[in-house]
């Protein structure tokens, strides 16, 4: 075989490299957690909303409905304020300070996540303890942190998506006697609503995901949460708090946890994706 | 069934490019229809005819360029002394290197004007240092280019003007060492000056090389020519001698092309 | 009474100002606060010692050399793969089936939560493959992670350079292998080394998948297979057990420096990078 052929075969064997990785991952936490979850019965796992693994009862739906809570709670906060600077920058304000701060914003977006949890932390957990009472530690700190973490995601793509949009766009709706906010609201926005959405996705992708900083301010209590300022657990967090000493059918449950984490994040993606492609159509 | 070029006519065989019943295909388009044309060696043949007529894919097909287009397909048989070159032993590299190949814009590559030059011979295998630079300075001056640029060979390429940039790439194009020159419209977009100093350094290489030329112009043709084939909408319409296609031409269309009736 | 549409226009316009203002400006000063009770703290004695007393005291050295041999392996074993993969899509293939498949991979993969690569890393590598809570473990962890970022910027990179170059070396008489050698890659290099640098700073602050496989050690480690602890997760461990909260601002404000140091450099590429052609 000549010297080009092996190249070519070599470079699709590295190529190849991603989705073996995926495979593996799905594999090797799959064999973890699965043996579980058919021990348990999938309805007491999903369902049971006592988690004691000492006494052997694993059930998270505490995490799930916390999970559900925390997310909802960032989104509730990102994606109003995001899609707000997103039109600051591309319509409000000048194209030069623009330049400025986009690097900036996207500075903060690489801002490691414990950062973000320490501050609130600190600044934050201490607030709303003083300002609302109950540990401070809860899902109104965590969605607020949260909620400024998924930011810098939200307002960089629904930026790109409107700096997208051909200026004949903007031209032609002015030039028909719009205002200006006329035309960002009636037809720019609704315009680069499929980006808008795809940046929500990533955004809420990004929310579930998120552990450390979730550890450090949501109290991680295991009970089924009852108000925004209850303490709880999301489905990172179990995680994340317990493997450092977990074994046997603990640790077991945990990489089911991570089964169910794994569900839904590949469902939030095939969203994105068919979204995504209906937006392109 | 493929003529077989031992049964054809005693001047084919001793053409330097011999096209038989040649047709080319971007997917189900036809750009070339049913080609037959045999060239002389040591002359320039012109590749006359309105846009779209099939001349750029007539050169890509000739080094096989074509072949890098997905979906490309063709019937008939190119030979170069007597080798038909979509043979299954024709090596591509080596194929290209015979048939030197000037696109019409200037593509200077992102490299030293020496790199540019020397680029062609580096693939071969040439590294020594004393043998490039003698390619490289025999192939710009072969090109009318040395004179302008012998003191700053190592400058970006892409710093010279339209005109010294096209001639780099014939200098480019010679320092393979090819047999056969492809020149697609290589003055379009280039000034009047420009554009004779190209002209006058082909009327000198066709000594050394066979040259296949997309003219920019009728009369570019008519100046520098030897031969011509008229190309309409993929066919060859007519082809002869410059003097006989510009003065008498059999066909009502080259007539009508020639004149200027359309373009 | 009806509100015109130019005072709806003005309201409008003054709600986005006041909710994008106050909202750069709570992250901006989520920055600043680490920063200001951290940056007093940085002297050189900090980047040097080690940490004592369970890190109350001392230094933040040998997390700094975790960061480091945990970032290098990444990118060592990262960038091949994620270069070739754009390589092979870029130059190898048209759109088909495979390359549907990796790209679906790759998309996948970008998507999957730190804390799952945490949970492979240590079933994986840490368990299966006997490697242990090390600095291996870590980094390649952190590889499967940061492989996505590098694809993707790889493969933009592998398209900017414009098909005529490809062209003509091709008719100059160059293989594939050779265009893309000499005239692709060498093309791409900016773009590409973007696309590291985001790698970096990805592995920098990774936290959830680094302590499940890199362990939480900081002794300064002696192999690819000591464990370690990165910055990030030396930061997060003094702050979530409260043991001291001056070094954890001082490691948080070490920490943003790095993150605005490899940002700024990958900025400055791109810029060079865009404002080159």
Same mark, same amino acid.
């Given at each position: 075989?000549?010297?080009?052929?092996?190249?070519?075969?070599?470079?699709?064997?590295?190529?190849?490299?991603?989705?073996?990785?995926?495979?593996l991952?799905?594999f090797?936490?799959?064999?973890?957690?699965?043996?579980?979850?058919?021990?348990v019965?999938?309805?007491?796992f999903?369902?049971?909303?006592?988690?004691?693994?000492?006494?052997?009862?694993?059930?998270?739906?505490?995490?799930?409905?916390?999970?559900?809570?925390?997310?909802?709670?960032?989104?509730?906060?990102?994606?109003?304020?995001?899609v707000?600077?997103?039109?600051f920058?591309?319509?409000?304000?000048p194209?030069?300070?623009?330049?400025?701060?986009?690097?900036?914003?996207?500075?903060?977006?690489?801002?490691?996540?414990?950062?973000?949890?320490?501050?609130?932390?600190?600044?934050?957990?201490?607030?709303i303890?003083?300002?609302?009472g109950?540990?401070?530690?809860?899902?109104?700190?965590?969605?607020?942190?949260l909620g400024?973490?998924?930011l810098?995601?939200?307002?960089?793509i629904?930026?790109?998506?409107?700096?997208?949009?051909?200026?004949?766009?903007?031209?032609?709706?002015?030039?028909?006697?719009?205002?200006?906010?006329?035309?960002?609201?009636?037809?720019?926005?609704?315009?680069?609503?499929?980006?808008?959405?795809?940046s929500?996705?990533?955004?809420?992708?990004?929310?579930?995901?998120?552990?450390?900083?979730?550890?450090?301010?949501?109290?991680?209590?295991?009970?089924?949460?009852?108000?925004?300022?209850?303490?709880?657990?999301?489905?990172?967090?179990?995680?994340?708090?317990?493997?450092?000493?977990?074994?046997?059918?603990?640790?077991?449950a945990?990489?089911?946890?991570?089964?169910?984490?794994?569900f839904i994040?590949?469902?939030?993606?095939?969203?994105?994706?068919?979204?995504?492609?209906?937006g392109?159509? | 069934m493929?003529?077989?070029?031992?049964?054809?006519?005693?001047?084919?065989?001793?053409?330097?490019?011999?096209?038989?019943?040649?047709?080319?295909?971007?997917?189900?388009?036809?750009?070339?229809?049913?080609?037959?044309?045999?060239?002389?060696?040591?002359?320039?043949?012109?590749?006359?005819?309105?846009?779209?007529?099939?001349?750029?894919?007539?050169?890509?097909?000739?080094?096989?360029?074509?072949?890098?287009?997905?979906?490309?397909?063709?019937?008939?048989?190119?030979?170069?002394?007597?080798?038909?070159?979509?043979?299954?032993?024709?090596?591509?590299?080596?194929?290209?290197?015979?048939?030197?190949?000037?696109?019409?814009?200037?593509?200077?590559?992102?490299?030293?004007?020496?790199e540019?030059?020397?680029?062609?011979?580096?693939?071969?295998?040439?590294?020594?240092?004393?043998?490039?630079?003698?390619?490289?300075?025999k192939?710009?001056?072969?090109?009318?280019?040395?004179?302008?640029?012998?003191?700053?060979?190592?400058?970006?390429?892409?710093?010279?003007?339209?005109?010294?940039?096209?001639?780099?790439?014939?200098?480019?194009?010679?320092?393979?060492?090819?047999?056969?020159?492809m020149?697609?419209?290589?003055?379009?977009?280039?000034?009047?000056?420009?554009?004779?100093s190209?002209?006058?350094?082909?009327?000198?290489?066709?000594?050394?090389?066979?040259?296949?030329?997309?003219?920019?112009?009728?009369?570019?043709?008519?100046?520098?020519?030897?031969?011509?084939g008229?190309?309409?909408?993929?066919?060859?319409?007519?082809?002869?001698?410059?003097?006989?296609?510009f003065t008498?031409?059999?066909n009502?269309k080259?007539?009508?092309?020639?004149?200027?009736?359309?373009? | 009474?009806?509100?015109?549409?130019?005072?709806?226009?003005?309201?409008?316009?003054?709600?986005?100002?006041?909710?994008?203002?106050?909202?750069?400006?709570?992250?901006?000063?989520i920055?600043?606060?680490?920063?200001?009770?951290?940056?007093?703290?940085?002297?050189?004695?900090?980047?040097?010692?080690?940490?004592?007393?369970?890190?109350?005291?001392?230094?933040? +050295? @040998?997390?700094?050399?975790?960061?480091?041999? &945990?970032t %290098?392996?990444?990118? !060592?074993?990262? $960038?091949?793969?994620?270069?070739?993969?754009?390589?092979?899509?870029?130059?190898y293939?048209?759109?088909?089936?495979?390359?549907?498949?990796?790209?679906?991979?790759?998309?996948?993969?970008?998507?999957?939560?730190?804390?799952?690569?945490?949970?492979?890393?240590?079933?994986?590598?840490?368990?299966?493959?006997?490697?242990?809570?090390?600095?291996?473990?870590?980094?390649?962890?952190?590889?499967?992670?940061?492989?996505p970022?590098?694809?993707?910027?790889?493969?933009?990179?592998?398209?900017?350079?414009?098909?005529?170059?490809?062209?003509?070396?091709?008719?100059?008489?160059?293989?594939?292998?050779?265009?893309?050698?000499?005239?692709?890659?060498?093309?791409? +290099? @900016?773009?590409i080394?973007?696309?590291?640098? &985001?790698? %970096?700073?990805?592995? !920098?602050?990774? $936290?959830?998948?680094?302590?499940l496989?890199?362990?939480?050690?900081?002794?300064?480690?002696?192999?690819?297979?000591?464990?370690?602890?990165?910055?990030?997760?030396?930061?997060?461990i003094?702050?979530?057990?409260?043991?001291?909260?001056?070094?954890?601002?001082a490691?948080?404000?070490?920490?943003?420096?790095?993150?605005?140091?490899i940002?700024?450099?990958?900025?400055?590429?791109?810029?060079?990078?865009?404002?080159?052609?």
């Amino acid at each position: 075989m000549s010297k080009e052929k092996i190249l070519e075969k070599s470079f699709l064997l590295i190529a190849l490299s991603s989705i073996s990785i995926l495979a593996l991952i799905a594999f090797f936490i799959f064999q973890q957690g699965i043996p579980l979850i058919w021990k348990v019965g999938l309805n007491s796992f999903l369902l049971g909303d006592r988690w004691f693994p000492s006494k052997e009862s694993f059930g998270i739906f505490p995490m799930i409905v916390g999970s559900f809570w925390v997310t909802l709670g960032s989104l509730i906060v990102g994606v109003p304020l995001g899609v707000a600077c997103a039109v600051f920058l591309c319509e409000l304000i000048p194209p030069t300070i623009a330049m400025i701060l986009r690097p900036m914003i996207q500075l903060l977006g690489a801002i490691p996540s414990v950062i973000y949890g320490f501050w609130g932390l600190i600044v934050l957990v201490p607030l709303i303890r003083d300002s609302f009472g109950g540990p401070g530690l809860s899902i109104l700190a965590g969605s607020l942190v949260l909620g400024i973490m998924i930011l810098p995601t939200i307002i960089s793509i629904s930026e790109d998506s409107l700096r997208a949009l051909p200026r004949t766009y903007k031209e032609g709706a002015l030039s028909l006697g719009a205002t200006h906010w006329q035309t960002i609201w009636r037809v720019l926005l609704p315009s680069a609503r499929s980006g808008i959405v795809a940046s929500i996705i990533l955004g809420m992708g990004r929310a579930i995901g998120e552990t450390m900083a979730m550890i450090m301010i949501l109290g991680n209590a295991t009970q089924l949460p009852n108000s925004i300022l209850s303490s709880a657990r999301t489905l990172t967090t179990n995680i994340g708090i317990e493997m450092g000493y977990a074994s046997g059918d603990h640790r077991q449950a945990l990489f089911a946890t991570g089964v169910v984490l794994f569900f839904i994040i590949m469902g939030l993606n095939s969203l994105a994706l068919i979204i995504s492609r209906k937006g392109r159509a | 069934m493929p003529i077989r070029l031992e049964e054809s006519s005693f001047m084919e065989k001793q053409a330097k490019i011999a096209i038989q019943n040649f047709h080319f295909y971007y997917g189900t388009f036809m750009a070339l229809k049913d080609l037959n044309l045999s060239i002389q060696p040591n002359q320039i043949f012109a590749i006359l005819g309105p846009a779209r007529s099939g001349k750029t894919t007539l050169l890509k097909s000739m080094n096989r360029l074509t072949d890098l287009i997905f979906g490309t397909s063709h019937t008939g048989q190119i030979f170069i002394d007597s080798q038909e070159i979509y043979g299954p032993e024709i090596s591509l590299p080596e194929l290209r290197r015979r048939l030197g190949m000037v696109f019409d814009l200037p593509t200077a590559l992102p490299l030293s004007i020496f790199e540019n030059v020397a680029y062609g011979p580096r693939f071969k295998g040439l590294s020594e240092k004393s043998r490039l630079e003698e390619i490289v300075e025999k192939s710009l001056q072969a090109a009318v280019l040395w004179d302008e640029v012998k003191d700053r060979l190592q400058s970006s390429a892409l710093r010279l003007s339209g005109g010294q940039q096209q001639r780099l790439c014939i200098a480019r194009m010679l320092a393979l060492e090819p047999e056969i020159l492809m020149l697609d419209e290589p003055c379009s977009g280039l000034d009047p000056i420009s554009t004779a100093s190209i002209e006058e350094s082909l009327t000198k290489l066709k000594d050394k090389y066979t040259i296949l030329l997309v003219p920019h112009n009728i009369q570019q043709a008519s100046r520098v020519a030897d031969r011509v084939g008229f190309f309409l909408e993929g066919k060859m319409v007519e082809e002869g001698s410059a003097f006989d296609l510009f003065t008498r031409p059999k066909n009502k269309k080259t007539e009508d092309y020639i004149s200027g009736k359309f373009g | 009474m009806k509100i015109s549409r130019h005072h709806t226009q003005g309201l409008a316009k003054g709600v986005i100002w006041v909710a994008a203002f106050s909202t750069l400006a709570v992250m901006f000063w989520i920055l600043y606060q680490v920063l200001r009770e951290g940056l007093p703290l940085l002297h050189p004695d900090f980047f040097i010692q080690a940490p004592r007393q369970m890190g109350r005291a001392g230094g933040i +050295f @040998p997390t700094i050399i975790g960061t480091i041999a &945990l970032t %290098v392996v990444a990118i !060592v074993i990262a $960038t091949p793969l994620g270069v070739g993969t754009a390589i092979f899509l870029q130059e190898y293939t048209r759109e088909s089936g495979v390359s549907r498949v990796i790209r679906f991979g790759t998309d996948c993969l970008a998507g999957v939560p730190s804390i799952i690569f945490g949970l492979f890393g240590f079933v994986f590598f840490v368990i299966f493959l006997r490697m242990g809570w090390s600095i291996l473990s870590g980094g390649l962890t952190l590889a499967t992670m940061i492989l996505p970022t590098i694809i993707c910027t790889a493969e933009e990179a592998i398209k900017s350079v414009p098909y005529t170059y490809r062209e003509v070396s091709f008719a100059l008489g160059g293989t594939r292998w050779q265009t893309i050698r000499k005239m692709v890659l060498p093309n791409a +290099f @900016p773009g590409i080394l973007t696309g590291v640098l &985001l790698g %970096v700073g990805r592995s !920098v602050g990774e $936290t959830a998948a680094v302590i499940l496989t890199a362990g939480s050690s900081f002794i300064t480690p002696d192999s690819l297979f000591s464990p370690i602890r990165t910055m990030a997760v030396h930061f997060y461990i003094l702050a979530r057990e409260g043991i001291s909260m001056e070094m954890a601002y001082a490691t948080g404000a070490a920490l943003i420096l790095l993150i605005l140091a490899i940002n700024t450099v990958a900025n400055w590429m791109m810029y060079r990078y865009a404002h080159k052609a």
